[in-house]
């Protein structure tokens, strides 16, 4: 054992030298153990401030870190969205270059089909004035003939003194019924070479503009301006057109012991510079196209109403205040576009003579109704199964032959008067008879249709039956029917894109506690535009389940639309 691990027990009894040596030994060692314990802990304290810097430098380390992330995290954040809007900047370029060419291939489509109108309109303007010619030449021959016959009858004279008294009196009245016809004729062939001169230019010019349109752009663009002028003269110019070619021709063939007075079909007015509605039938005024919407349509599903047997007398008393206020040609159109919808048990025929349109012939077979007026063609209304198509088409209808109805044809009775007076027979209602309206005819049947025609007519009638009529003139007299007070804290104008042939705008001017107006004239930008069928309008407006083939189009908000809705339904006495 060593002598340093002995315990003061175990050591053995020594002398007092020996022990001081050990006693200097012990202290000696006790020094050395304190300097190795002092310098151990200057040692552990160094070591300790050592570690202490070193975990002070690695927290700013892990602060640095920290806001290196955070800035790197931000800096990506920045680069994502920015990614992002270059993506969308990017779709929605490539939206606005599909929707230019679609724009360019939709103003290619129509100017091929006005080009195409207008080249059929030129033909047979064509051969009208052919046919002209081709008559004015045997006018002239029967003129010759007249003349060989009026010299044959002065050789005769020689003969009977008498006789060629007779005869030159007879052959003068000839000569002077042929000369007008001979003047008349020439007229009309001046007027129609007029027209095909007209038509000729036009149609040079569409082939230009065509020319024009099939080279391509460096990219797509709106039509330019003089264009758009281009293409609104156009149409006015097929308007007067169209009014001129509607002039009924005089027959030049009579019987030689015969002498009708001459006289015909007035000719169509052109429309007056006030008239801001025109109805199917009528070439539209060209309309100012309306800015491009700024949202998407959104489609709009009408509301489907209960209808009872309870029914307001509302359209009647609007037709009058149409007649009365605005426009009675207006009415009178109204009128007429409302009578295929009657239906009497059984088969009847009779003419309405009204103020300003002139003779409307109408024949009604159960079910079936024909309206025919003589410069404008024949409507026919479907029965209950029918398809709902006219015959001739209700815009389409100018008869070029010429032909006129015959006094024949009046049928059973002829009612003459103002267009107010017919309202009650067109939009149901009637009473016992008619007032203001004058009766040549039968009064019995007359009665008969009057008792038919006792109910009042609704919208949904006529949605069922297929019967489609002008949206703008139904337009006019729901806004007469509309009280201004329902508009007071409410002023918008609401635009109908009418889809089809012939496509119309109409604008619907809400002003505040003012009377509703319906214009074709754009005059402050809508807020909200419907575009629909002429047959989906009217399902809208009765509350008719609108057909699997109609859809409607809503450009904007669709309040005004809906408040629209509400004020119709009002007036009309519709339950929702």
Not at 94 to 119: H, M, S, Y
Request: glycine share 8%; with cysteine.
């Amino acid at each position: 054992m060593a002598e340093g691990d002995r315990t003061p027990g175990d050591e053995p009894p020594t002398s007092s030298s020996e022990r001081d040596l050990l006693a200097a030994r012990r202290a000696r060692r006790a020094e050395l153990g304190d300097a190795v314990l002092t310098r151990r802990a200057e040692a552990a304290e160094a070591a300790v401030r050592t570690l202490e810097s070193q975990l002070a430098d690695l927290r700013r380390r892990v602060r640095e870190a920290e806001e290196e992330q955070r800035r790197v995290a931000e800096q990506l954040a920045e680069r994502e969205h920015e990614v992002r809007r270059a993506k969308q900047r990017e779709y929605a370029e490539q939206q606005l270059r599909v929707e230019a060419e679609e724009q360019r291939e939709r103003l290619e489509r129509e100017q091929r089909g006005e080009l195409d109108r207008l080249q059929r309109r030129l033909g047979a303007g064509e051969r009208h004035a052919r046919e002209l010619a081709d008559r004015l030449e045997e006018v002239r021959r029967e003129l010759s003939e007249a003349e060989q016959e009026a010299a044959t009858g002065r050789a005769a004279a020689r003969l009977a003194e008498q006789e060629l008294a007779g005869r030159e009196a007879d052959l003068a009245r000839r000569e002077l019924l042929l000369a007008a016809q001979l003047q008349d004729m020439s007229d009309r062939q001046a007027r129609m070479e007029a027209i095909a001169q007209e038509l000729r230019g036009i149609a040079g010019q569409l082939r230009e503009a065509a020319v024009k349109s099939s080279v391509p752009a460096p990219e797509p663009a709106r039509p330019e301006p003089d264009r758009e002028e281009m293409a609104q003269a156009l149409a006015a110019a097929v308007a007067r057109l169209r009014a001129r070619v509607a002039v009924p021709v005089e027959p030049d063939e009579q019987e030689s012991g015969e002498q009708e007075p001459e006289g015909g079909e007035p000719e169509p007015e052109e429309p007056e510079s006030g008239q801001v509605l025109e109805p199917k039938d009528r070439a539209p005024e060209p309309e100012p196209t309306p800015p491009e919407p700024k949202s998407m349509p959104t489609p709009f599903i009408p509301r489907v109403l209960a209808h009872t047997d309870q029914r307001e007398p509302w359209l009647a008393p609007a037709i009058r205040r149409v007649a009365e206020e605005r426009d009675a040609k207006l009415a009178g159109e109204l009128v007429c576009e409302l009578l295929p919808a009657q239906r009497v048990k059984r088969a009847l025929t009779y003419t309405l003579r009204i103020e300003g349109l002139g003779d409307v012939q109408v024949r009604l077979e159960g079910e079936r109704a024909a309206v025919r007026r003589p410069s404008a063609g024949t409507i026919v209304a479907p029965g209950a199964g029918g398809s709902g198509q006219a015959a001739g088409g209700q815009a389409a209808g100018v008869q070029a032959s010429g032909e006129r109805g015959s006094h024949s044809e009046r049928g059973a009775f002829l009612l003459e008067g103002p267009a107010s007076a017919f309202a009650e027979l067109a939009a149901g209602g009637t009473g016992r008879r008619l007032p203001g309206v004058k009766v040549h005819g039968s009064r019995r049947k007359l009665r008969r249709l009057l008792a038919a025609r006792r109910a009042p007519l609704a919208l949904s009638d006529l949605a069922d039956a297929g019967i489609q009529v002008w949206p703008g003139l139904l337009l006019l007299a729901l806004a007469q029917a509309i009280d201004s007070q329902w508009t007071k804290g409410h002023s918008f104008v609401l635009a109908f894109a009418i889809e089809g042939q012939p496509s119309a705008t109409l604008y619907v001017q809400v002003r505040n506690g003012e009377p509703i107006e319906v214009t074709r004239v754009r005059g402050e930008q809508p807020l909200s535009t419907v575009r629909l069928s002429e047959r989906a309008f009217v399902c809208v407006l009765s509350g008719a389940p609108l057909p699997s083939s109609e859809q409607v189009l809503v450009e904007g908000p669709l309040e005004p639309l809906t408040l629209l809705l509400g004020w119709s339904d009002r007036a009309q006495g519709l339950v929702r």
